[in-house]
C-alpha cells in the first residue's frame, strides 16, 4: 500500500498472527516477530501453528506482504509496531506485564517517528508506565497508542474484519489518527479516546460479558428448583431491545484465556486503587460453582461416581478452537476423576492428554460413550447435536446425558430414549425410559 508504513507485530499468538493476517489482507507490509524458534519456522513454512477458522486462508493469500522473524531490529523498518504479547495472571490476580516490558527492552533503534501500539489486554495505566518508561530512555521518537482487541477465539478473522468498533486511545492527537488510517477499509464506529479510558473500555467489556453469563446462569439454576426453562426466560427476556440476546446462553460456566484473567485483572484493579468490586467478585465465584454443579447433576441420576464411567464430550472452552485454557472440561474432568469415576474424552480438535491424567482421550464421540453410565456435553461441538442416536444409545450402559449447553431438544432426546438433564431446564430420570435398566438408586444424592 503505497504511503503506508510497515507494520510491525510483537507475538505470533491469536492476537499477533490474526491480527497481521489481517492488516496484510487490507494491503499492509507487515512483519511478524516471536521469540520461540519453532513457531516462526512453522509459519515460514506455511504452517499455522494453532487452529483457528480463516486464518491459514488469509495467512496464505498474503504470503507475500507478511515476514516472520526472531530478530526485534528487523523491526526498525516499521512505522508502527503493534504489542501482541500474553499478559496471563499472577497469583495475585494482576495481570503478569513481564513480557510487555521485554518487548519494549528489545524495541528495535530508530531516529525516526514509531508508534507502539498495545493490542495485548493490559490493567489500565499501563499506557502511562510505558509512556514515562520510553522517556526516561530518551525514546521521545516513539509514540504510545492503546487499541484493545476484541477478537474472540473461533471467529477471530471475522471480528477483525468486520468489528463493532474500533477504539484508538492516544496520548497524541494525529498518533491516533495514524493508527485509526491503518483501518481505512474497514466500515465501523471508531471510538478516539484517552489511554486510560482505551485501556478501561476492554477490561468493561469482558467483565461484563462474563457478567451476562454469571448472571443468566444463576437464572437458569433458580429456573431448575421453580420448574422454568431458561432458553425460553433467555429469549424473553433477551428480546428487550435494552438488553439483547447475546453472551446469554447458560452452561457449563465460561472459560478460555480472557474472561478469568480480565475479570480478576479488574477486580484486583480495583482493590489495588482502594474500590472492593463485589460484582466482579460474584461473576467470578458463580462462574466456578457452575462448572461444578455437574457433578451433582450426574450424582442425582447415577448416586456416588466412584466407577462410574462419565464420557466428557468437548474438552475445548468453546467450539472451532482448540484451546483449552481455563476450560470448564478441565474442572469438570478433574472433580469426576477425583471422586473415582472412569473418564473418557472427545474432543475433535483439542488435545488434554498431557492435561488430564488417569482420562481416556477417544478418537470418536462412539468409542467414548461406549460402556458409558453418562455423556456430558461439555463444550458445543456441531457433531453432538446427533448425539442422541441409536448407536449412541445403544452403546453406552446407561443412557444419560448431561447436556452442559443445551444442545439438545429435551424432548427428541427423551423420545430417542435417553434420560435428560439440561441446565435450567425441566430434567427426564431414567426411572421414567421404559426400556432400560433401572437407574442406581438415588437416594442420598446430591
Ligand atoms: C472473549 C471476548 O468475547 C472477546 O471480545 C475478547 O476480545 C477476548 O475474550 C479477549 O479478551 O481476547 P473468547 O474468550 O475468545 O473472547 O471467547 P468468547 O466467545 O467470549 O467465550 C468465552 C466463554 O464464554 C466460552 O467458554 C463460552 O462457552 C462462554 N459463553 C459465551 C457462555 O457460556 N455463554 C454465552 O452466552 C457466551
Known sequence: MAGSPTIGIFGAGWVGLVTGACFADLGHDVIVR??????????KAARTP???PELSDVLARNAERIHYTLEADDLASAGVLFICVQTPPTYSGDADLSYVWTALDDL??????????????VPVGTGEKVRAA????GLTNVGYISNPEFLAEGTAVRDFMKPDRIVIGAFEAEDGAAVEALYAGIDTPVVRTDVASAEMIKLAANAFLSTRISFINEIANVCELVGADVQSVAQGVGLDHRLGPHFFRAGVGWGGSCFGKDVSALKQLAGNSGYHFQLLAAVIEVN????RRVISKLEKHL????GKTIA???LAFKPDTDDMRDAPSLVIASRLLAEGAVVRTWDPVADARDRLIGATQCATVLEAVTGADAAVIVTEWEELRQLASADVRDA????????????????ETRRAGFAYEGVGRPSSPLEALPETEPAVPVSGST
Not at 528495535?108 to 489486554?121: G, W
Not at 466456578?288 to 462448572?291: A, D, G, R, T
Open 34 to 43: 516471536d521469540v520461540v524458534p519453532e513457531r516462526i519456522d512453522a509459519l
Open 396 to 411: 453406552m450402559r446407561l443412557p444419560l446425558i448431561v447436556d452442559g449447553r443445551n444442545l439438545l431438544d429435551p424432548a
Open 303 to 306: 448416586g456416588r461416581l466412584r
Open 288 to 291: 466456578e460453582l457452575q462448572k
Open 312 to 314: 466428557v464430550l468437548g
Open 108 to 121: 528495535p533503534h530508530t531516529d525516526e517517528r514509531q508508534l507502539l501500539v498495545m493490542k495485548s489486554t
Open 50 to 52: 494453532f487452529h483457528e
Open 134 to 137: 520510553l522517556d526516561a530512555r
